[in-house]
């Protein structure tokens, strides 16, 4: 690498998140010449943020919640692919060298549904490969366009049309392709007609006013086809009327039967959801609005969907419910308030069901942090990117603003940091540990490389932890001596105690803080002696969601288990999540003995959950309404529980968290709240950017994308690159 | 106090994501605008920048899709309001599998057509390519607030007679920014005239660039006002 002709600009990256690394991966790449030179400081002793795991007793994978990735996850595949084929490691030696190693697609997503009879039923909808993979660097050109959303619409309902007429026990690889169907056998002469003749045969056919037969709904839309190629020759009145023939016969057959059938009255509720998304998009003018789809976000996305036409049966549909399940999507946590704006759930949804690549959902084969940060990690020291663990920021110091010239914006003059430890040598911290030839992320610190760790230990420091507030020394550090430009890489819930001096110059800030909300969530994961499918669970390993109770989604993670090392090895393993009600703002760092409290509730909540309500997938689980706790493994070492526990207590022996501290509480998108978000690209302040999830980056949503597309904008406010052009999905309707 | 020597940030060309009818038009132009050229400038000057996005237009077979989906939504609320309400239609007797089957089949059929039908709304054969360079448009701006104004103008405008609507903020209360003034210049191109009143809450206004003659829309004007007065 050429170094770079003037001194390096020194960059403070505050966090490890998915952000915060995606901006340091972007400002030391080679092409940057060494011209940023990077230091990340890191509360705690770990990467990942809210994306972190920890190797807990046996190896086990402890995760902060359920991280799946999904195909449209363009940001984040490419900077993942593009960090593993930096670091270039042997297949032959290291298990995890490639992106094929690390993921493998998941095309399926189960729906716990409410049956027509007032039972429930699963709903497994399947979503057939989607060409490339994501992050592919010679991808196709991708029309981010109403008009191709709405094409795409129609294709994803032939493909869960696919999925519904799926024969009980029938593999998804013998579902009969829609290619080669009956519309090719409509063939007619039409094709040689000329404007006139094509016109009336399309007015005789709306004079029938309805299709009464298969071939003549096939006939006519042939006709139609063949009509619209010839446009501008034809009126467009007659090829609409054409249109609107031919749908309401597919729509009332749908209506006659939706009663009768749980499947087809899923596919009404899709077929009434995407007609209502269409309608609204026109009436709204989406099409062509300048703020694209933006200008609908001061609703609330099932009353968007009401207004344009869904029925009420669609909107309460666990389809829909799902939607709101998976982003978390509920004010204050409370599963009684479901709300997002309609600009933004609309754009996520078009992403994720239209634009994925290669599979839905793609899961990895380890955890978060040894899949993705691990990696992210070692490109980064390579590059020579310096690490300061054990220091969580306390505080942004602004300069006044007569220090800067005139009509030139402020800037960050000092970071101060709490100290949480210092290593016994001096020396950068290494967090590692190694699992059989692949290095891992710890659930702990390694007591013994720290200062007084075993008293630390014994202690019960918590780094991560809020409230927490032990440290062993103050640091400050100042702009023109150990930075340039900062980062803030934080959770937005962090911001108002880091940097109350932003919040109260800059009216904006304050409003962002005050609207940009986030909610606690919980999760918890089991170890169990025997399969799901032995629990009554019918179908194959896959995520659901939709299901009663408090914690409303379960993904089956057992492919997870050759990973790990647990003295019994166990036949499945269960993550399951949920948000976690609780007031929008988390108390201050005087409630000491709120996260105990938290932690405690959930631990209640698993227990409930599992006595009452898990049959609803397990039904062998429960029976006499009471978990089989004999099922969990038991603990896995001094630290993994005690293993003669019985009953309930067993469950001390599992792993469960409360994200409640600010900067792990998940970000919510609310009507009305976008537009209070501040970009990574505003220049307010000068040697400042920001990165998160919660930025507006985009895509205002709570997920990895987001966040990597919100790092890769705070590289380009520090450096001019990546061109806005090559962040996908940032120039967006 | 001594202002401190300090490496300074590039200024950014916006500060917010294109979501206009730009992006409906030549996308992978739009989103990729000189790969080649930027290249060039990361390779030669280590100074990798934001490069001018051109201006595209919608290609016709796209806008006639839109027209066509629109009047076909409207005429189609008809039966979604009739489906609301229960009506059973054809296909009502029979037993329940060969109904399922039959819609499964006619639904499988219906899907596909339409999805045949908009794959066959690309531009015929024969149609001219679209041009990309859209007529110079001159900002002249009054402002006391910092203010960053895009406009985008499709191409071929030349000689027509432009008008703004009313620039709208996000907020559906919030007063107007009003319509800016929209000329013509001798050399063929436009002059926008913008006047931001010291009142006005900062934030982002946008508005449709409409032919006179027509009503057809021709682009969009995005002002972006900040909170902070250019001399604070």
Redesign the interface.
Known sequence: MTP?PDPP?EVAIIGSGCAAVSAAFELTRP???G?YRVTIYQEGWRFGGKGASGRGPGRRIEEHGLHIWMGFYENAFLLLRECLAELDRDPTTHRFARFEDLFFPDPVIGVVDRRSDAGAANWLGYFPPGAGTPGDPDQP???????DY??RL??L??AL??S??RAEGASFEQVPS?EG???EQAQSASESLEPGALLERIARLLRYG?L?T?SS??HA?QI??IA??Q??RIP??P???L??L????????????VE??D??RR?HELV?LI?AV??GA?RFEL????????AI??YEWREWLRMN?A?ESSLNSSFVLSLYNLPFAYEGGDPARPRAAAGDALRCCVRAFLTYRGSFFWKMRTGMGDAVFEPFYAVLKQRGVHFRFFHRLTHVSL?????????E?T?V?SLDFEVQAETRSGGEYQPLLEVDGVHCWPSEPDWSQLWDGERMRREGRAFECFWDRRHVARRSIR??EDF??VVLGVGIGAIPHVASELVAR???WAEMVREVKTTATQAFQLWLREPAGALGWPEAAVNVTGIDGAFETWADMSHLIPEERMAETPKSVAYFCASLPTSSDPPGPEETGYPAAQRERVRRHIVQYLDREIGRVWPRANPGGEFRWDLLIPGQGPDGGNAEARGALRLESQFWTANVSPSARYTLCLPGSA?HRI?P????V??L?IAGDWT?C?LNVGCVEAAVMSGRLAA???????????I?G???? | ?A???????????????????R???T??E????SSEA?EEA?GEQ??????E?PVGTAPA??T?????????????????????K???????GGS?PE??E????????????????????DP?EGAPEATTAGPEVRVKLASRALAEVQVELRPGREGRELGVHPLRG???TAPTLGAPAMGRREDGGFELCLRIPDALA???Y???IFDRDDGS?QG?V?VRV???S???
Not at chain 1, 399 to 407: H, K
Not at chain 2, 102 to 111: A, H, Q
């Open positions: 770079a600009i092409e940057q010449r011209r050109a991708r029309a981010f366009s109403v008009g709405l094409v129609v294709q309902v032939q049309l696919l519904a007429g829609a169907a009956s519309f309805q009464a298969l709904a096939l839309s139609l086809q619209l190629r446009a501008g467009r009145s090829l609409l009327g249109l609107d031919i749908g309401r016969a597919a729509e009332s057959q749908l209506a006659a039967l009768r059938d499947e087809l596919i009434d007609l269409v309608r026109v099409v062509s609005h300048p703020e694209g789809f933006d976000n001061d036409g029925q300069a006044d603003p007569g220090r800067s010239p005139l009509g914006p800037f003059e702009v023109g340039d430009m800059d009216p904006r537009r970009s690209l505003d220049h307010a000068d040697n950017t507006a985009g380009h406010a520090l450096s001019g690159a990546p061109a806005l052009s090559e996908t940032y120039d967006h309707p | 106090m202002e401190i020597e300090r490496p300074r940030r590039p200024v950014p060309s916006r500060t917010g994501p294109i979501r206009n009818i992006c409906l038009a996308p992978e739009a989103r990729h605008p930027e990361r280590g100074e990798p920048g934001e490069p996005a077979g796209a006639l899709g839109y027209r066509v989906i629109e009047d076909y939504l409207r005429q189609g609320q008809e039966s979604a309001r009739k489906l609301a229960g009506l059973a239609g054809f296909g009502a329940l109904l399922s039959r819609l499964l089949r006619d639904g499988l059929v219906w899907m596909e057509t339409v999805a045949k039908l908009w794959a066959s709304l015929p996000t907020d559906p900062p934030g982002r946008s508005g449709i829309v969009t995005e900040d909170a902070e250019e001399t604070a």
